[in-house]
């Protein structure tokens, strides 16, 4: 999965932080399980990380030094969203019969 900029620049800042990282870990996992349409989900923590960089970008670098030069314009954070569930978050079991083909029935 290919991350933009502002995607690559929050990951790489949260695996070098360990207490934002279990933070992050434990948001991922708490909005994924809230909600079962992992789609939802994804949307609703793009929205949080975004507001995570645009607070990041107010007080700590090397947000702070991007936001100066090229401003805060929204950026996607959708593929970090869904690759942090992915890694994050336990699959949800399928139902016994979503692996069968209409043929299978009969």
């Known amino acids: 999965m290919s991350l933009n900029r502002s995607e690559q620049l929050v990951s790489d800042y949260i695996e070098g932080h360990p207490d934002e990282k279990s933070f992050w870990v434990e948001k991922v996992r708490s909005i994924a399980n809230a909600d079962p349409d992992v789609h939802v989900a994804a949307a609703r923590l793009s ?60």
């Open 47 to 106: 929205d949080e990380l975004w507001s995570y960089y645009e607070e990041r970008a107010a007080v700590a670098e090397p947000f702070k030094s991007l936001a100066m030069r090229e401003g805060l314009r929204r950026t996607s954070m959708r593929n970090l969203a869904e690759l942090w569930i992915r890694l994050w978050v336990a699959p949800k079991p399928k139902r016994r019969d979503e692996g069968k083909k209409f043929a299978d029935y009969f």
